[in-house]
Nanobody
Framework: QVQLVESGGGLVQPGGSLRLSCAASGFTSSIYTMAWYRQAPGKQRELVARVTYGGTTYYADSVKGRFTISRDNAKKTVDLQMNTLKPEDTAVYYC?????????WGRGTQVTVSS
C-alpha cells in the first residue's frame, strides 16, 4: 500500500524556522516528482515547491529565498526547510508524489506562524 506521511509541523513565531519531512512507503521506485503544497483556510491548495528526480527545483514566488526543498531518493523522503516564516505561511502542508497519471498525497501537517 502506497503511503506518504508528513511530519514536522507545529507552531512557530514569525521569523522562525521549521523543517517538514515526508516519508514514503510502498513505492517500488523513487523516480517521482516530489512536491509540497499548502492550503490555508478558505483558500485553494497551492504549489509551494517541487523537485524532480533529476534535482530540478521550482519554488512559488512567495517562498523563494526562504524555503528549500530536498529529496533523498534512497530513503524515499522529501523535506522542506522553511526559514523566515511569516504569518501568511500558515496552512496545512501536503506532500505529493507524481509520475504520469500516478498522483499520491499525504494527509498533511499543520504549520501555524503566530506570535
Amino acid at each position: 500500500q502506497v503511503q506518504l506521511v508528513e511530519s514536522g509541523g507545529g507552531l512557530v513565531q514569525p521569523g522562525g524556522s521549521l523543517r517538514l519531512s515526508c516519508a514514503a512507503s510502498g513505492f517500488t521506485s523513487s523516480i517521482y516528482t516530489m512536491a509540497w503544497y499548502r492550503q490555508a483556510p478558505g483558500k485553494q491548495r497551492e504549489l509551494v515547491a517541487r523537485v524532480t528526480y533529476g534535482g530540478t527545483t521550482y519554488y512559488a514566488d512567495s517562498v523563494k529565498g526562504r524555503f528549500t526543498i530536498s529529496r533523498d531518493n534512497a530513503k524515499k523522503t522529501v523535506d522542506l526547510q522553511m526559514n523566515t516564516l511569516k504569518p501568511e505561511d500558515t496552512a496545512v502542508y501536503y506532500c505529493n508524489w507524481k509520475l504520469g497519471s500516478n498522483d499520491y498525497w499525504g494527509r498533511g501537517t499543520q504549520v501555524t506562524v503566530s506570535s
